[in-house]
């Protein structure tokens, strides 16, 4: 369920991957340790996103993104600047400098972008479902203003359909 290797299921407690309770809170358990490994200076949503793809691809093939990020300039603390270095970790160009060696970095990028995608469908989902209940809100205040012998007509209405 949450792709866990046999090693860091048993750093978390996790006995058996393909019970669904343990891995999903095996899972839950890791990305809170790595997230917390990220530099605090590090804000909200960089570090959820640098945590992510650490949980994807290893800490230690985040960091050398993180290192190459800042060799090219870029900022390491920036998921922009570190989702374009994670891609330079399956060229041996520049995975040969680098402490941990090759890595899929495109697969990262992927995860944490599909997360991020998913992330923003659910904000707007709810931005919509907030707007309409303003929405039906507003319009309930607006009918009771303008007919309060309706608006109490339609409560009994209510009250004895629901009976």
Do not use: C
Not at 32 to 42: F, V
Not at 45 to 63: M, S, V
Not at 74 to 101: E, M, Q, S
Not at 106 to 123: K, L
Request: net charge positive; charged share 25%.
């Amino acid at each position: 369920f949450m792709m866990l290797t046999l090693n860091t299921a048993k750093d978390v407690g996790v006995k058996n991957r393909l019970n669904a309770d343990q891995s999903i809170t095996g899972g839950a358990k890791y990305f809170k340790q790595i997230y917390d490994r990220i530099p605090e200076r590090i804000a909200d949503p960089d570090r959820t996103w640098l945590a992510l793809a650490a949980y994807n691809i290893g800490f230690g093939h985040l960091e050398d993104a993180r290192i190459l990020t800042e060799h090219h300039g870029g900022n390491p603390d920036k998921w922009a600047d570190v989702r374009d270095n994670l891609l330079l970790l399956a060229k041996r160009k520049y995975y040969k400098f680098t402490k941990h060696g090759y890595a899929r970095g495109w697969e990262a990028v992927g995860y944490v972008q599909n997360i991020r995608n998913f992330h923003s469908i659910i904000a707007w989902n709810e931005k919509q479902k907030s707007e309409q209940m303003d929405t039906n809100a507003l319009a309930q205040q607006q009918f009771a203003q303008f007919s309060p012998v309706m608006t109490e007509a339609v409560k009994s209405i209510a009250t004895s359909a629901a009976m």
